[in-house]
């Protein structure tokens, strides 16, 4: 029976010393309390590091076995490992940097090998229990390496992965010197989640620019496999925090709350204590809102709570010290004897007292200056079953891109802030229910559930993709066949295209000439005399001519304009004209003089526009201007656009691989046949073909073909195979 492993850098639960002895709690975090009822199902186990170090745990195999219990596994850490991977790596380079706060990340080498050594210490674990058909999600920034590390030990394996952070752009990213390494760790995935499509973006963007992956879309081809990047933002367990607000002990202490603020609107903010968080400019916005509308004086409290957190870091110390300092200036300032404007608290509260908190608010008043999601705002909105308060949020929250009807905030603005606030103070009743009601509907039907269900439905959907694209791979039982009916066979036609599929892309068109091995390869098939060689290609017929002149095989270039048989002279299809040239070469020569890099070739009855050279993204960009510039011709013109690896080709619709391929066809018979592309443009080569024949694409896109391989190489090696079949027989004869 397969599982789900759920793997992420803390268990749900936390083990905690009490005096001389040591207890296992609940976490109230976010993921603990989402994941719950997909670890509860069946055999589903969590996999992460309980909280203490392994020193102050001492004997650790009574842990294991409690926890085991659970269905949990430890993956216990030592102090230098805390240090090294979790606030070194994770929290010194990772968080500043995904949080657009580079001035604070710290290179150091040696917290990196740690980070590493954790990493594959997660993976060594995950070893021990992972059985074929189980699925292993991992979970945020402390464990980038792992799907990497898991796809190199478990090639066929279901690995998933989601970040709770934001993902920056790329300029940011590469500050990271280890960039390459933690791209390819990710990549190992299947499927990579994150809460927002900007996220998507940049992961994409990073993938493409940095490592070089070629992507289609959210779609990224890594070493010939499929890795999808899609955005799943995270919900709320709603209905737990509802109940919870209509709990009686949070209902008295509602009411007690109320008694000890009477006649004063409650503003409510919550945050970890963090530079991320935007706690000093809310604070600063708030003194600005006080100075300018003394009305407001002892008629509102901001009551503000800050949670611990790394408060033996620097930065962390340095920040806690001038929060102290503002939220004292302020109550100093405005404050009297019988109401200070700021209700201050810097520890942590249990659920109940923060739902009774939630329940109270008028107002709760959320500016991060860079957040994943944020689900502050959803649990606030989620208490409010009376459709009372306001909610004020950052733009820079993923949360924003939800809940619409919030009051939404630039939290560098103080005065945007100061604005928000006392639009949320002077908003008439029936529009605040209207926004509340609004949200609330998102809130509850984005929920945690439905976030866990659509991310492993679409899994799933990628999980059976892959099964699929697994039965039509070229592997051991399909080559055996195709060789076997090779060597039996006494007509053979083999079409093979060249760039992509015969050689490797090149930057620079020219340089991607025939090598010594693929003439000895070519040259062994053609002198096979039951074989019918075809190289059918989009290049030049120049090009083909200078590349493989004096060779015998037969040559068809520019996609079927030109051919060439044996060593007879070049033939040209006939009743093309060039006369749309005119028109459509200067617009094409226009988009490659304003993009660097880019390039018009001239073929005979097609134009292509090369953009391999061009910086990534902006390439893409100019093409898809380019494409939609040259749709009024391809529809009306007789002309198709052709959309390829980093080019875009325009040429009369009545020319394509597929009516060469027909003409090589007609009156001939052949006892096998195999072809082999990669791009769009031998989908016609697949289509005109018998369905007996042996049609591989290179790469896994959806195509007519009946088999695929992954990447270039493989088709040199099986062109190698059956070269030495026909040499063996040439010989032989």
């Known amino acids: 029976m397969s599982k789900i492993i759920i793997v992420s850098n803390r268990l749900p639960v936390k083990i905690m010393q009490d005096g001389d002895n040591f207890v296992i709690q609940p976490s109230e975090?976010?993921?603990?309390?989402?994941?719950?009822?997909?670890?509860?199902?069946?055999?589903?186990?969590?996999?992460?590091?309980?909280?203490?170090?392994?020193?102050?745990?001492?004997?650790?195999?009574?842990?294991t076995a409690k926890l085991n219990k659970l269905r949990l596994v430890p993956c216990y850490l030592n102090e230098e490992e805390i240090n090294g991977f979790y606030e070194g790596f994770s929290n010194e380079i990772l968080w500043p940097i995904f949080h657009y706060i580079s001035m604070y990340a710290n290179y150091d080498f040696n917290n990196w090998e740690i980070y590493k050594r954790v990493n594959e210490k997660f993976r060594d674990i995950i070893l021990q229990y992972v059985q074929p058909n189980d699925t292993i999600w991992i979970h945020d920034y402390q464990l980038l390496l792992l799907p990497?590390?898991?796809?190199?030990?478990?090639?066929?394996?279901?690995?998933?992965?989601?970040?709770?952070?934001?993902?920056?752009?790329?300029?940011?990213?590469?500050?990271?010197?280890?960039?390459?390494?933690?791209?390819?760790?990710?990549?190992?995935a299947d499927l990579l989640g994150f809460h927002t499509f900007d996220d998507v973006r940049h992961f994409v963007s990073s993938a493409t620019r940095i490592a070089g992956i070629r992507s289609h879309s959210n779609r990224l081809e890594v070493d010939g496999r499929a890795v999808f990047v899609e955005p799943y933002p995270m919900g709320i367990d709603s209905e737990r925090f509802s109940k919870l607000s209509a709990d009686n002990d949070v209902l008295q202490g509602v009411s007690q709350l109320k008694e000890n603020y009477k006649g004063q609107k409650i503003i409510l903010s919550i945050d970890r204590l963090?530079?991320?968080?935007?706690?000093?400019?809310?604070?600063?916005?708030?003194?600005?809102?006080l100075a300018e509308n003394p009305d407001f004086h002892k008629k509102l409290t901001l009551y503000m709570i800050v949670v611990p957190s790394r408060d033996t870091v620097p930065e962390y110390q340095k920040l806690k010290d001038q929060i102290d300092r503002l939220v004292g200036q302020i109550n100093a300032q405005y404050g009297s004897y019988d109401w200070y404007p700021i209700a201050y608290f810097y520890h942590s509260y249990?659920?109940?007292?923060?739902?009774?908190?939630?329940?109270?608010?008028?107002?709760?008043?959320?500016?991060?200056?860079?957040?994943?999601?944020?689900?502050?705002?959803?649990?606030?909105?989620?208490c409010k079953n009376d459709c009372s308060g306001v909610l004020i949020l950052s733009e820079m929250a993923g949360a924003s891109n939800e809940l619409i009807d919030a009051l939404i905030i630039?939290?560098?603005?103080?005065?945007?802030?100061?604005?928000?606030?006392?639009?949320?103070?002077?908003?008439?009743?029936?529009?605040?229910?209207?926004?509340?009601?609004?949200?609330?509907?998102?809130?509850?039907?984005?929920?945690?559930?439905?976030?866990a269900k659509l991310f492993l439905n679409r899994l799933q959907e990628i999980r059976t993709m892959q099964t699929s694209t697994r039965a039509r791979l070229v592997g051991d039982h399909v080559e055996q066949t195709m060789l076997s009916q090779y060597q039996r066979a006494t007509s053979r036609l083999l079409l093979l295209d060249y760039d992509g599929t015969l050689v490797g892309f090149q930057n620079d068109i020219d340089k991607a000439s025939p090598d010594e091995e693929l003439y000895t390869i070519l040259d062994a098939l053609d002198a096979d005399i039951y074989n019918h060689l075809v190289i059918i290609s989009g290049r030049k017929h120049e090009t083909l001519a200078r590349w493989f002149a004096g060779k015998k095989y037969t040559l068809v270039a520019e996609h079927g304009v030109w051919i060439r048989e044996s060593e007879s002279d070049w033939q040209l299809r006939r009743g093309l004209s060039n006369a749309w040239k005119t028109e459509v070469a200067p617009l094409m020569e226009s988009y490659a003089d304003r993009t660097p890099g880019a390039f018009v070739e001239e073929k005979s009855f097609s134009l292509a526009w090369h953009y391999r050279k061009v910086q990534e993204g902006l390439g893409v960009l100019r093409a898809s201007e380019l494409k939609k510039s040259l749709r009024d011709f391809s529809s009306t013109g007789g002309l198709q656009l052709l959309d390829g690896d980093k080019v875009l080709e325009i040429r009369l619709a009545e020319v394509n691989k597929g009516r060469a391929t027909l003409d090589i066809l007609h009156g001939n018979t052949y006892g096998f046949i195999l072809a082999i592309g990669d791009d769009s443009t031998d989908e016609d080569t697949f289509m005109a073909l018998p369905p007996e024949a042996f049609s591989i694409k290179v790469g896994d896109a959806i195509s007519a073909a009946r088999f695929y391989m992954k990447r270039q190489t493989e088709t040199r090696a099986l062109l190698r195979k059956l070269a030495n079949i026909s040499k063996a027989n040439t010989e032989q004869s």
């Open 148 to 188: 990497g590390l898991l796809r190199t030990s478990l090639p066929e394996a279901t690995i998933a992965y989601f970040q709770h952070i934001p993902f920056p752009s790329q300029e940011l990213f590469r500050l990271i010197p280890w960039r390459r390494e933690l791209l390819e760790g990710m990549l190992g």
């Open 410 to 451: 630039n939290p560098n603005n103080i005065h945007d802030i100061r604005d928000a606030i006392i639009k949320a103070l002077q908003m008439p009743e029936p529009e605040m229910k209207k926004r509340m009601e609004a949200m609330r509907s998102v809130v509850f039907k984005f929920n945690i559930h439905h976030w």
């Open 274 to 289: 963090d530079y991320s968080k935007g706690i000093l400019q809310r604070l600063e916005a708030f003194d600005l809102l």
């Open 29 to 63: 975090g976010g993921l603990a309390t989402g994941l719950a009822s997909i670890h509860e199902e069946g055999e589903n186990l969590w996999i992460g590091w309980p909280g203490l170090s392994q020193e102050a745990l001492g004997d650790l195999d009574p842990f």
């Open 350 to 382: 249990p659920v109940k007292e923060i739902v009774t908190l939630y329940h109270t608010a008028d107002i709760c008043l959320i500016t991060p200056l860079r957040d994943g999601m944020n689900l502050v705002s959803k649990e606030y909105v989620a």
